[in-house]
């Protein structure tokens, strides 16, 4: 099994790049680790994360620096020439978001927070397909 959960804060505001029909969001999440350093202070780690299809579209939308959120990710490596040289390169793909400080609105929903993955599209967004190919290799 490939998974990977973060919880954490965006360090900036996401980034869209890629097409109207191949769109992909490029977000940095701060998370802290479980431990203090021998100073007594808590260290994060910075993960680099990359959404695709709806999901990019959701988070590009929505999601702003210091938004608080749940990322359930897969960890893909794959192996590239950069300067000449083979390098193997490690990408963090978010296949849910779940937004953990989003403001209730004035709607009757009653829940606290909301969740969009690939298969689930966010409120008002439009239907993500689930056989859409991914658009990585």
């Known amino acids: 099994m490939n998974k990977l959960l973060l919880v954490g804060r965006l360090t900036k505001n996401p980034v869209s790049k890629g097409t109207e029909e191949k769109p992909v969001c490029y977000f940095t999440l701060a998370a802290n680790r479980d431990f203090t350093n021998a100073s007594g202070e808590r260290e994060a780690d910075f993960i680099d994360l990359k959404a695709f299809k709806g999901l990019a579209k959701n988070c590009s939308k929505y999601l702003t620096k210091g938004s608080l959120v749940s990322v359930e990710a897969a960890v893909r490596t794959s192996i590239r020439e950069i300067d000449g040289k083979k390098r193997t390169t490690v990408d963090f793909i978010a296949d849910k978001v779940k937004f953990l400080d989003i403001k209730k ?33």
């Open 105 to 137: 609105s004035n709607s009757n929903n009653d829940e606290d927070n909301q969740q969009m993955d690939q298969d689930e599209p966010f409120p008002g967004s439009e239907e993500v397909g689930s056989g859409d190919a991914w658009p990585f290799g």
